[in-house]
T-cell receptor
Framework: AQSVAQPEDQVNVAEGNPLTVKCTYS??????LFWYVQYPNRGLQFLLK??????LVKGSYGFEAEFNKSQTSFHLKKPSALVSDSALYFC??????????????FGGGTRVLVKP | DSGVTQTPKHLITATGQRVTLRCSPR?????VYWYQQSLDQGLQFLIQ???????AKGNILERFSAQQFPDLHSELNLSSLELGDSALYFC????????????FGNGTRLTVT
């Protein structure tokens, strides 16, 4: 079975400081990995994904994530956080082996609060 | 705007009742996924349809059912509602049968009283 862990319920950061949201995953095979962001009363918005190739993935709004196979991690990062980055962030995984199920499994979410 | 449309935005109903949630996928997308988001369970996959046929099933209760119509819109039917069914229900779509990037609607907030 595939699973995702986001160990921090909330991350607090000052505006202008680096932001990191942690994610670790478990799949039987190789993963497809995703980050989504959710603003209040809205659906999830796609930020970035890792499919194959370069371990450093760049996405929307200045976010990037690094795939680390040995640590089974896919942490989301932004060099300089903005107040408008305050939201709920979800990491998701799908096993490339479709026998494991054709679905994205989401982590529990991490709330990011960026203070001015 | 993701291009995925969900109606209604809010539903308030009583226990034991039945409701229908509707989803129109992004133009050109053939796959529709339903997810339930609650405070205690997080984001749970319910079911996937591809081009009108059920393709994958998750933690969907027997009281819940879904279908995808020839015009590709989908409906999620929830019956014999219980207080614990109160949640945000999201529809998402993707272009192909094998899921990669999902595009989410803004959800339907269901409150069961």
């Amino acid at each position: 079975a595939q699973s995702v862990a986001q160990p921090e319920d909330q991350v607090n950061v000052a505006e202008g400081n680096p932001l990191t949201v942690k994610c670790t995953y478990s799949v039987s095979g190789n993963p497809y990995l995703f980050w989504y962001v959710q603003y209040p009363n809205r659906g999830l918005q796609f930020l970035l994904k890792y499919i194959t190739g370069d371990n450093l993935v760049k996405g929307s709004y200045g976010f990037e994530a690094e795939f680390n196979k040995s640590q089974t991690s896919f942490h989301l990062k932004k060099p300089s956080a903005l107040v408008s980055d305050s939201a709920l962030y979800f990491c998701a995984v799908r096993d490339r082996n479709l026998a494991a199920g054709n679905k994205l499994t989401f982590g529990g979410g991490t709330r990011v609060l960026v203070k001015p | 705007d993701s291009g995925v449309t969900q109606t209604p935005k809010h539903l308030i109903t009583a226990t034991g009742q039945r409701v229908t949630l509707r989803c129109s996928p992004r133009s050109g997308d053939l796959s529709v996924y339903w997810y339930q988001q609650s405070l205690d369970q997080g984001l749970q996959f319910l079911i996937q349809y591809y081009n009108g046929e059920e393709r994958a099933k998750g933690n969907i209760l027997e009281r819940f059912s879904a279908q995808q119509f020839p015009d590709l819109h989908s409906e999620l039917n929830l019956s014999s509602l219980e207080l614990g069914d109160s949640a945000l229900y999201f529809c998402a779509s993707s272009a192909r049968e094998q899921v990669t990037t999902l595009h989410f609607g803004n959800g339907t907030r269901l409150t069961v009283t």
